[in-house]
């Protein structure tokens, strides 16, 4: 048509190349800012660290926590370890602890976990660890349902990688606004979270209907995927060779309500038990090791006060065990030949 004329093919590439730049530049801009920012402390660039915890999910804030100096022991597990106090084993045993559960995780990310914790506490003076039916299971990729951010306490790669997310990208603004804000508020610096007051507000301990299902009895036959053989052996020994031969390793089988545990001989019953088995084994080649096992038919197990469900327990057996637990990191403390021949005495905290 007269009076018009055809744009040049070196008008677009020039146009093109133009929104590439400035594309790449925003997301280089923006990559810059979120490393500087650091949304959820990782410890990779500490110019805007505070030394606080910002309100958040244990999923993240397992990052700032793991590596806090502050700290030289370390609980790693799930909703099933949760409950133990990092500060009365602190107390008990003089070693400063912090809690570094994550709900609805399995070995693979409780691993992984560890292996942040180390890097940052090359000699860690205790760890405790559980092992719950999510360690019984037989692929040795120990698939979780739930999303869990490897990326945080990964390599650099995976980190800057993991940046790239609406999430993390969300995160990076709202750490902006926590440093600049005057009433900045923390998380407990030590990750315990008492539960308690959640499960209760949910009708837990008080619903009739909800205490009915703690009396729903265990099937014979084991869970799917759950029958064996469990690879969890390999997976513990591999974790535990990363861990000082000096540091005591404590494994806790976290208990669960009477009804829960499977017929006497039965397929699930004989699978449990290997299971338990592969982990004990697992866990003996670190020299300086030790198992507090809560399914062994203790009387708290049929009180259906003590649980709010067939395997979360109740704060009164939490301290329970907390204070096993503390009672042998010092037996492993002072190598007793016989742990067993003396009663547990509290250490006193320095």
Request: glycine fraction near 8%; aromatic fraction near 10%; charge should be positive.
């Amino acid at each position: 048509m007269a009076g018009r004329h055809p744009v040049p093919d070196r008008a677009w590439r020039g146009f093109a190349a133009a929104i590439v730049c400035g594309v790449v530049a925003l997301a280089v801009g923006y990559l810059a800012l979120a490393v500087l920012v650091d949304p959820y402390e990782t410890g990779r660039v500490t110019l805007l660290s505070r030394g606080a915890v910002r309100p958040q999910g244990p999923r993240t804030a397992v990052a700032l926590r793991g590596r806090d100096e502050a700290y030289r022991g370390a609980l790693i597990g799930n909703s099933h370890l949760q409950l133990i106090e990092p500060a009365t084993l602190s107390r008990l045993t003089g070693i400063p602890f912090v809690q570094l559960s994550v709900p609805a995780t399995g070995p693979a990310e409780q691993f992984a976990v560890l292996r942040w914790f180390l890097r940052h506490h090359p000699k860690p003076e205790a760890i405790v660890l559980a092992a719950d039916a999510f360690w019984c299971a037989d692929d040795p990729a120990f698939p979780s349902e739930h999303p869990f951010p490897y990326w945080l306490i990964g390599d650099w790669t995976s980190y800057l990688r993991g940046l790239f997310r609406l999430t993390a990208a969300q995160e990076t603004v709202n750490r902006i606004g926590w440093l600049f804000s005057r009433k900045r508020q923390s998380a407990a610096a030590d990750g315990w979270w008492d539960y308690e007051p959640d499960y209760l507000a949910l009708g837990y301990g008080r619903d009739p209907k909800i205490r009915e299902r703690l009396e729903i009895p265990a099937s014979a036959e084991p869970e799917t995927h759950r029958a064996g053989p469990f690879p969890i052996e390999a997976r513990l020994s591999a974790a535990l060779a990363e861990v000082p031969p000096a540091t005591p390793v404590v494994l806790l089988f976290p208990p669960v309500y009477a009804a829960a545990e499977p017929p006497t001989g039965s397929p699930r019953a004989k699978a449990e038990a290997s299971c338990r088995g592969a982990i004990r084994a697992g866990l003996s080649r670190h020299p300086l090791s030790a198992v507090v096992d809560w399914r062994d038919g203790r009387p708290q197990f049929r009180d259906p006060a003590a649980f709010f469900d067939q395997s979360h327990y109740r704060l009164p057996v939490a301290q329970a065990i907390g204070a096993e637990i503390a009672n042998a990191i010092i037996r492993l403390q002072s190598s007793d030949p016989d742990p067993g021949a003396r009663p547990w005495q509290p250490r006193r905290t320095p």
